[in-house]
């Protein structure tokens, strides 16, 4: 009898620790498989206890001095009250903390504590998030990074490939040079905020994609933070000291590029760049004149994924623990106004906005009319 009554005590000690010990690795296929793609074939699945709803969600943003990430906040607030959200939505609260670790891993936290049922985030740096991902398991509450993800397979992430996306951004710069004859000389790499792992991948694929063709090529890099002002002042400082280049890949802040361009009077060359509205504009305008430009769009609407999936997996669904968004890539060759670009909106606003597949689909208005302040 003792010994029943020890095993019994035992076993409800352990039963919360059970309960509150993260997510479970599960079998595919996850929920809404068109939406929440796995990264590949070995992508992991996870799945949390359900929860009834409806939820008290977070965004816990780090940087947000620029236009991405001030439409990436806009857009996350527009989603919250989308038809498609707003019932399974309790509560909804953001906060921007900069670019310092403690004070963005301190806000999750406190989220966290609060009770909050899931938390979207942008990570400042790729590591150093291992106590608040215990902190979310033991609660079990759904940590979702989305953009600059982490380097962890512990937690839920949603995001585009970086890697690839150098990589494509290079290897059409490169095929541009030479059907203009070009096989040599100085490439400007305008990188993006330091320290994240987007800017790292990014800078990856471009660099090995010139590393591996004949050449020789030049590399010069400057650092423009994803910033229009930012990038368009270190553009025009590079062309000052270092004269014409072949070729720029930007990985944002691609207004800039071109403004700088101008400005300088260089001539235009293959542009490899974002998906703002105004360097879609600039493309469509003046290809015919030698700008032959690319446009890949890390949409600020991952965000609305990353809430769509942090509600799913509350809902206790399986859910690849990478979910991967599709590249939408447009060139000098398919741009259309109305279509993929707007003549009528701003020239920072970025342009891709839509996911049909997870029936997430923002308008512009909606984006525009909310605040990127914090709500907490």
């Known amino acids: 009898m003792k010994l029943a009554k020890a095993a019994f005590l035992l076993s409800a000690l352990w039963m919360p620790m059970a309960v509150w010990a993260g997510p479970e690795v599960v079998s595919g296929p996850g929920a809404e498989p068109e939406c929440f793609a796995p990264w590949s074939a070995e992508t992991k699945y996870l799945q949390w206890p359900a929860k009834e709803g409806p939820y008290r969600i977070a965004l816990v943003n780090g940087f947000v001095g620029n236009t991405w990430r001030i439409q990436m906040v806009k857009t996350a607030k527009a989603f919250a009250e989308d038809p498609a959200m707003k019932g399974k939505i309790a509560e909804f609260k953001v906060v921007s903390t900069g670019t310092d670790a403690p004070a963005q891993l301190g806000a999750i936290e406190d989220f966290i504590n609060q009770g909050y049922d899931a938390i979207v985030t942008i990570a400042v740096a790729p590591d150093g998030f291992d106590r608040v991902i215990r902190l979310a398991d033991k609660n079990n509450v759904v940590l979702v990074p989305f953009d600059n993800v982490l380097d962890t397979d512990a937690v839920m992430q949603v995001n585009e490939d970086q890697l690839t996306m150098g990589r494509t951004w290079a290897e059409f710069a490169l095929k541009e040079l030479k059907a203009a004859g070009v096989t040599s000389g100085k490439i400007l790499e305008v990188r993006g905020l330091a320290g994240n792992s987007v800017d790292r991948d990014r800078s990856q694929g471009i660099n090995e994609v010139f590393a591996a063709d004949a050449g020789p090529w030049e590399m010069v890099s400057v650092v423009g933070n994803w910033d229009d002002g930012t990038t368009q002042k270190v553009v025009a400082d590079a062309i000052a000291v270092h ?31 974002e998906s703002e509205n105004g360097f879609r504009k600039a493309i469509a305008e003046y290809s015919d004149e030698g700008l032959k430009g690319i446009s890949i769009g890390q949409s600020p609407g991952l965000v609305a994924i990353a809430m769509k999936a942090a509600v799913s997996a509350l809902e206790g669904n399986p859910m690849p623990q990478l979910i991967s968004v599709p590249l939408p890539v447009a060139d000098y060759t398919q741009l259309k106004d109305g279509a993929n670009f707007w003549s009528d909106l701003p020239d920072n606003f970025f342009t891709v906005n839509e996911f049909p597949p997870c029936g997430v689909n923002i308008s512009g208005p909606a984006i525009m009319a909310q605040s990127e302040a914090d709500s907490n």
């Open 243 to 273: 004269g014409q280049f072949a070729a720029i890949v930007g990985q944002g802040g691609s207004n800039g590029v071109i403004q700088a361009m101008k400005d300088a009077g260089h001539p235009w060359v293959p542009v490899a760049g």
